[in-house]
């Protein structure tokens, strides 16, 4: 199938709207037919091991089900919406859309999750501290686009949801099929159904800072001199008894960011961003037989929907990220990774590096072959 990106002014979106302003893209998808339809949106909510939940209203009362649910869960007096997370790892059509987004690393996207919503139904006002695609599918729905929130914005009191006490409406969308709308981080936004409706929310993820600052000082901390000390060679006279001086600090400061420059290793960060949503789980055997599929004739290898990979230029070579852990590569197995992240697919050949690539990558559950 195609490379499906959408058509827009890539470097006027990232200049003006991306992680800023909210941007409609009206008929973004024209005779967009939705990878999935309401009836498969609930058997996925039916199956344990995928992740569900139902947002009802109830009056002024917002109430949270978690899946797995049975018939009856979608029988209900009160508007409700259906929330299914990472549908685009179990069905290859959903995590194409992701490819509309491929102007944006593909590490940054988190995961396609689908919503059915019942009229009238919401998950109410709210704000998210990450970017978010919504495509429109079965339907109509009505966008409503507030103020800008943190953490310090007044939430309604529950245990789990995180419902704007006040919402600020500035704009209103009406969003039908294959339209789209684009919400930073950060921006209240209510998006409530038209008659019953499915919206695709393709979700961005990034790291939390204090996530970073850990990777960071642990990998540090694996290569500083334990043996290293404070030092204060210029010692000034101490005359107030007790006193931690400013200029105390600052040499602690200056030690210590002499101690950072030397963190040449940066691989935390690789590995942060590529960790997987859902720990993978393979079958026993699995890789076995994975490998000796690979060794047919004209084996072709397919990234797995769900699968984190990403790769980065090192002066020693490639190195390759994959479900959260890390391995140095030859130049040579560049073209292959972008093959892989690009088109999802890699045709075998005869190339330096490549077989300890695959192995690697099957090792690490991104990849399987057909
Ligand atoms: C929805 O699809 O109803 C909710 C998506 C969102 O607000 O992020
Ligand atoms: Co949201």
Not at 216 to 237: I, K, T
Request: aromatic share 8%; net charge negative.
């Amino acid at each position: 199938m195609p490379r499906r990106e959408l058509q827009l002014d890539t470097e006027q979106f990232l200049a003006r709207y991306w992680q800023k302003m909210p941007l409609l893209l009206s008929g973004a998808l024209p005779g967009f037919e939705p990878p999935v339809t309401a009836d498969e949106l609930a058997g996925l909510a039916m199956d344990d091991n995928v992740e569900s939940r139902i947002i009802e209203q109830q009056q002024d009362t917002w109430l949270l089900h978690h899946g797995p649910f049975t018939e009856s869960g979608f029988q209900r007096d009160n508007p409700w919406t259906l929330l299914v997370q990472a549908v685009d790892h179990y069905l290859p059509d959903v995590a194409r859309l992701r490819q509309l987004v491929g102007f944006l690393p593909s590490w940054r996207v988190d995961d396609v999750m689908v919503s059915y919503a019942v009229d009238g139904g919401s998950v109410g006002p709210h704000y998210d501290n990450y970017d978010v695609f919504l495509l429109q599918g079965e339907g109509q729905r009505l966008w409503r686009l507030g103020q800008r929130c943190d953490a310090d914005s007044d939430l309604l009191p529950h245990d789990s949801l995180k419902i704007l006490r006040e919402f600020e409406c500035q704009q209103e969308f009406l969003l039908g099929p294959g339209d789209i709308l684009y919400v930073p981080p950060g921006l209240a936004h209510w998006g409530i159904a038209r008659g019953e409706c499915t919206t695709f929310s393709i979700g961005f993820r990034a790291p939390r800072l204090n996530a970073m600052v850990s990777r960071w000082v642990d990998r540090l901390l694996e290569q500083l001199d334990p043996e290293l000390f404070y030092r204060d060679l210029h010692c000034e006279p101490a005359v107030r008894p007790g006193e931690i001086r400013p200029r105390d600090l600052e040499r602690a400061m200056a030690q210590l960011q002499a101690a950072l420059d030397q963190a040449e290793d940066n691989r935390w960060f690789g590995e942060l961003v590529t960790e997987p949503r859902y720990d993978p789980d393979p079958g026993p055997g699995e890789a076995d037989a994975v490998r000796a599929r690979l060794a047919a004739p004209g084996a072709t290898v397919e990234l797995l929907p769900e699968a984190k990979l990403a790769w980065q230029e090192d002066p020693a070579g490639i190195l390759v990220y994959a479900n959260g852990e890390s391995e140095l590569f030859a130049s040579a197995v560049q073209s292959d990774l972008e093959a892989l992240c690009g088109d999802w697919r890699l045709a075998v050949q005869d190339r330096e590096g490549l077989d300890e690539l695959l192995d690697f990558l099957i090792e690490r559950g991104v990849i399987d072959v057909c």
